[in-house]
């Protein structure tokens, strides 16, 4: 039942089976340091009855943001730092859940704006187009070490601080996940090539983390189902990889897919065909994105699963956990505006609302510019910004605005972010 407790491998304990999924806020400082308003955001979603709070991307370097305003652990922290996390994990575990620090590198989904000359794998561009992303720079056997040294680092920084778990994030096309990947990770050395060489850079991170937080505090991986794109990460790589991980004391798997040239995470069309994995499909209902996957890997593996993505009702959520596809549901974009969603759903609310229904960019008598490829992806996007926009509000004002209009949040969101970087130098 969703009410139910889930005791982790590593003996700690989550009170119900509801997750806050991570989302982007851009809240912190210029130069990456929580905020009263990350704080007030967290608090309130504290109050709201999920039983695990996963923060946004806290990067491990501050030239490769995932966006504008995320906070950033690249070394130990300072006085004020430690005050600013501490203050932060209070704020986020006041209602009695647990709260994990998600820690991230954007890798080539760095946009130019923060870094014309992003890291990665190899040096495979994104196939996008509007020259957001510069063309990436192989990382050097030394980089890549000081990387997995930066993880174990913001881990324990976030331990120290008053998280109760980290989450190593190992999808949706972020560095890690650009390891993973045979079409993007084109290196000749350890690192790449053979599946077991691709999945070194994670395993070496969740070793480094291991040991620096001890055997009691619950590390997770966000990982990819499939990046479904052709030559990507398949579905079969990630069982694998999960098996790899569960040998590795890993206490929670979140299984996503897709990255930012197949943002099916979002819910958006990509550039491209979607390719095809070989999974049974379940008889789950139809509404979340990822749960055959889930459902196929517990047939496998004993590691405790989460499924984040697309759940929208009391029942879809329900038999998910009841087939066995999960032991942990995420919710996302439903919080950004409904920021006790949870506690509505364990006290017996049937379905949330669709908020992402209706947000478009494009109006309806410009029809078949929506039916334009970029189009889509375009009008897809500057719904995810109307979130962002919800996220702003509930920090900054402790409310939301249903009826925001899209076009003046994407506006506001993209001025922010130019904001954030010219403070930066």
């Known amino acids: 039942m969703l009410g139910d407790p889930l005791t982790l491998p590593c003996g700690a304990t989550l009170p119900n089976r509801i997750a806050k999924a991570a989302m982007t806020e851009g809240m912190a400082t ?112 030394d980089e890549i070490a000081d990387l997995v040294r930066r993880w174990a680092v913001a881990s324990k920084a976030c331990m120290d601080a008053g998280f109760t778990g980290v989450q190593v994030h190992a999808a949706h096309g972020y560095l890690v996940s650009q390891f993973l990947s045979p079409r993007v990770n084109r290196r000749d050395d350890e690192y790449g090539g053979s599946l077991e060489n691709r999945a070194r850079f994670l395993l070496e991170i969740v070793r480094a983390v291991r040991e620096a937080v001890g055997p009691q505090f619950p590390i997770s991986v966000k990982l990819n189902s499939a990046d479904f794109q052709k030559g990507g990460f398949a579905f079969e790589d990630s069982l694998q990889v999960v098996e790899w991980l569960e040998e590795a004391s890993v206490d929670l798997i979140e299984i996503s897919g897709g990255t930012y040239e197949q943002p099916k995470l979002m819910g958006v069309e990509g550039m491209e065909a979607e390719e095809k994995q070989n999974v049974a499909p379940s008889t789950a209902a139809r509404e979340a994105y990822f749960v055959d996957f889930a459902k196929a890997m517990q047939d496998e593996v004993g590691v405790p699963l989460m499924v984040t993505g697309g759940f929208r009702t009391r029942a879809a959520i329900q038999q998910a956990l009841d087939i066995g596809a999960a032991d942990v549901i995420g919710l996302g974009r439903p919080l950004c505006v409904l920021p006790d969603a949870p506690r509505q759903l364990l006290e017996g609310r049937e379905a949330l609302p669709r908020y992402e229904d209706g947000l478009d960019l494009i109006p309806d008598w410009l029809g078949f510019l929506k039916r334009l490829q970029m189009m889509k992806a375009i009008n897809g996007f500057a719904g995810i910004y109307w979130f962002y926009q919800q996220l702003w509000l509930l920090g900054h004002e402790g409310r939301v605005d249903e009826h925001f209009p899209v076009f003046k949040a994407f506006r506001l969101v993209d001025a922010r972010n130019k904001s954030i970087m010219k403070a930066r130098g």
């Open 30 to 141: 210029p130069d990456g340091r929580p905020t009263p308003e990350l704080e007030r955001l967290y608090g309130i979603w504290s109050d709201g009855g999920a039983g695990l709070l996963l923060t946004g991307n806290i990067i491990v370097d501050k030239d490769h943001l995932e966006r504008p305003g995320n906070v950033v652990i690249d070394r130990e922290p300072d006085a004020d730092m430690a005050a600013r996390l501490k203050s932060w994990a209070e704020a986020g575990t006041r209602g009695g859940n647990h709260l994990w620090a998600q820690i991230s590198h954007g890798g080539r989904q760095t946009q130019k704006l923060v870094n014309p000359h992003p890291k990665s794998s190899s040096d495979v561009a994104l196939s996008l187009p509007g020259g957001q992303f510069g063309k990436p720079t192989p990382l050097t056997k």
